[in-house]
């Protein structure tokens, strides 16, 4: 996944760009460069991080009031200079920047070689390049608009002209792309984040549609070349929202802020008489005669849905079914029009999920999408949505998005539940409404018993989590933030898993989490931690019911409050996400961007 950013007006276009990259940092890259037009196409990239970059331009004083940048996460060859973006054409007339991945690059440079053109690098943005000069007569649109029909694959692209000094050229398949509208100035990016200290009037890019942005004039065309209206949208979040706000990381200011992002997540679709609102967002009709309900997602999100099976298995009697989003799409598929799938992407964008879901869709599912960004293509693409409000997540490790899906899935079980059933579980309602403050409970009393723990895993190569029961899913999520952020090997097992093999990797000082939140299962959950103590393993506990004595199953134990326990997964991740930051803090690592990952996985 890479970042593209563009700017015209009457400015000089550097800050803009530069500060826009900054903002898509987090969408992760491995070279950036930007490119200016003042008499003529200046290229000026780096491989390596912004910093580089900013060194590169720091001294010139670039006047060029139209610009194009780019912070590339290499798909094609290895990060290097060469292969960075922005790419020009073989003239040296035309430059480009692209999101995503042209699956026939390769298949359309063999046949640019063979007309004639060569290269500099292995970037698809340099073939793109050659297609729109070779595609070019006297109009930069035109030329745009003939090369995007030959490209396969997701991309977002941006276009800059020597020719047509006055013009940016956008056009997105998939990969997303947003128009800034703003003041004798108008501005493009792969995120509305980049746009917020400019402007909030945005037009979000369909899929097939072309722009031509001018400084004070957009013109948008559809995927056959008609002209359209451009109908823009105001977004709400502002710049203090994506900022850190004091905290040292992302990841820490995003782990507090769930209480928020949980209260707004419930707020109005629960009242205060205990009744859900949620008819307008899931329609009766969607969930009426409905024969399988199935989940899709990847990572997080993921593991989110376990949770949402776990709880419309409670409910329901119809088979509930969850499942990798890359498995779902190519594995044999049974969905059809009395199926409710449910797909969740705090991003909307996550190229498996999107793909499972049009799988799914192409069966004549049903498909209720639960997701944070309401401009994404999965609440696009959906029947219904139903927004999480969490605010936007800007580190890799997913926190509050996954405690607000949570939420969020506890509301569609209980709505289901009522329609299909007519069932409601007001023990539970009534328990969600609780639980913004219980998170903030916990965050209170568990952080600096958890700061304090996390020195011991600053040296683990391995750390185990387990759980029985709903335990065992926040265990898989619990060992994925240790996994991501901190580099520490992280396995999530159900308690009575353990002796059928991986107890032969519990030795004196090894890392072991216990969740031991479920009243009715903690009997056996504390015999399995027992066998571990036995054997050395050092065991932080995780548990709700205070009477009990954990002293012989751990060497920690921190209390969640008492809640529902269909609810407990909201509270007792949140020590883990909190053990997962302070280890890779006192490791000394880049907490919100962990190697080799992005924020969004926008291609396969
Ligand atoms: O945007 P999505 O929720 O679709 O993203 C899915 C995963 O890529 C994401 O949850 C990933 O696993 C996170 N890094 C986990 O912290």
Known sequence: MSGVIGYVGNKAAKPFLLQGLNKLEYRGYDSAGICEFDDQLNV?????RLSELNKIVEDKDLKGTIGIGHTAWVTHGAPTTENAEPQLSSDGSIAVVSDGIIENAQQLKSQLLEAGYSFTSESAAEVIAHLIENNYQAD?????????????????????????????????SESPLVIGIGSNENYCASDVQALLDYTREVYILQDGECARITK????????????????????????????KDGYEHFMLKEIHEQPKGVRETIANRLDSSGQLNLAEEIPPEL??????????????AYHACLYGKYLLEQFLDIPVEAEYASEYRYNRVKADQNTLLIVLSQS????DTLGAMRVAQDKGARVLAVTNVIS???AREADAVMLTHAGPEIAVASTKAYTAQLACLCLIAIYISQQLNGVVDQELLTGLRMIPEQIQKVLHDCEPIVQEYANRYATATDAFFLGRGIDYLSAMEGQLKLKETSY??????????????????????????GLATQKVLLDKIISNLQEVKARGGEILIIAMDQDFDYSNAGNQTIFIP???????????????????????KAKGLDVDKPRNLVKSVTVE
């Not at 649109?141 to 047509?164: D, E, F, N, P």
């Not at 909307?348 to 190229?351: D, I, P, Q, S, V």
């Open 44 to 48: 000026y990239k780096t491989k390596g």
């Open 140 to 172: 930069l649109l035109q030329a745009v608009q003939a090369t995007v029909k030959v490209l396969q694959g997701s991309y977002a692209i941006l276009v800059l002209s020597a020719k047509h000094p006055q013009e940016i050229i956008a056009a997105k």
């Open 216 to 243: 004070d004039h957009i013109e948008l065309f559809d995927q056959a070349g008609f002209i359209k209206d451009l109908q823009t949208e105001y977004i709400e979040w502002d710049q203090v929202q994506v900022e």
């Open 287 to 300: 969930v009426k005669g409905i024969n399988k309900i199935q989940f899709i997602a990847c990572g997080t």
């Open 348 to 351: 909307g964008e996550t190229a």
């Open 376 to 378: 994404s293509t999965l």
């Open 488 to 513: 520490i090997h992280g396995e999530a097992l159900p308690g009575g898993e353990l002796k059928h093999g991986t107890m032969a990797l519990i030795a004196p000082g090894v890392q072991v989490v």
């Open 562 to 584: 008492e809640v529902h326990p269909l609810l407990a997964p909201m509270l007792s991740v949140v020590p883990m996400q909190l053990l997962a930051y302070y280890t890779t």
